[in-house]
């Protein structure tokens, strides 16, 4: 790939304005890469593994926002809890109590977004707009003092076809502007990868979460 880790922050930065926020997900990637964007001015980091995340945090400069981007079990949570910025990947509510549970020990309120089944293939993960609606009305919310649900996440099939990411976003899109009716605490809409995120753009996302294109294939 064309430039360095810096150049491609500029570049992203300037294209998305200051209304879409930038997860720069660094994955598998050296410390160095993270500093080297770190430099650049870039201040929020995806990870997908609790341990490697911690690993990071601990070594890296404590402004960094340490973004959550992946699927977490229930029994890892307790190591991000101190720190993590935000958790995109909530389907369920049990992961979602442990979260509140862990949030209460640190005495700190986590943010939370919920990941939506939008794509028509089967491997990912994420709640069915309608499971969505009725987790929303769930009484047992209220109860979760130290969780706050600011959004919605999802991910598009990995696909050539267009069309079909258009359609998925806009899924996603719909039921955010519906959802965000009632759920005051919605900001976030977190949707656009390396490979979708122009597409997401046309369907309002407010948060892209890009690896391979700042930080080279993994
Ligand atoms: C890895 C990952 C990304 C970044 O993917 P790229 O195609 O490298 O930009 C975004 N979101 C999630 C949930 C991921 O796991």
């Known amino acids: 790939m064309e430039g360095s880790i810096k150049e ?12 879409i926020d930038l997860v720069a997900v660094s994955k598998t990637k050296p410390n160095e890469d993270l500093l080297e964007a770190y430099k650049a001015g870039q201040r929020i980091f995806g990870e997908n593994k609790v341990q490697e995340m911690t690993d990071k945090w601990d070594a890296l400069p404590k402004d960094i926002k340490w973004h959550m981007v992946g699927h977490v079990q229930t029994n890892k949570v307790k190591y991000m809890a101190p720190y993590v910025d935000l958790i995109h990947a ?9 979260i509140n549970k862990r949030a209460v020990e640190n005495d700190r309120v986590i943010d939370c977004l919920l990941q939506v089944k939008i794509a028509e293939e089967e491997s990912k993960y994420g709640m069915s707009p309608e499971d969505l609606k009725l987790f929303l009305k769930d009484d047992k919310l209220a109860e979760l003092k130290n969780v706050r649900l600011k959004g919605l996440m999802a991910m598009a099939t990995f696909t050539e076809d267009e069309e079909q990411i258009h359609r998925e976003f806009k899924i996603l899109e719909t039921l955010y502007k519906e959802t965000s009716q009632t759920q005051k605490d919605f900001s976030i809409l977190s949707m656009g990868m390396s490979g979708d995120y122009k597409i997401a753009m046309q369907h309002d996302t407010n948060m892209v979460r890009i690896g391979s294109s700042i930080f080279g294939a993994r």
Do not use: A, R
């Open 90 to 98: 909530v389907q369920n509510m049990k992961l979602l109590k442990e």
């Open 8 to 19: 491609h922050i500029k570049t992203f930065t300037d294209e998305l304005g200051e209304n």
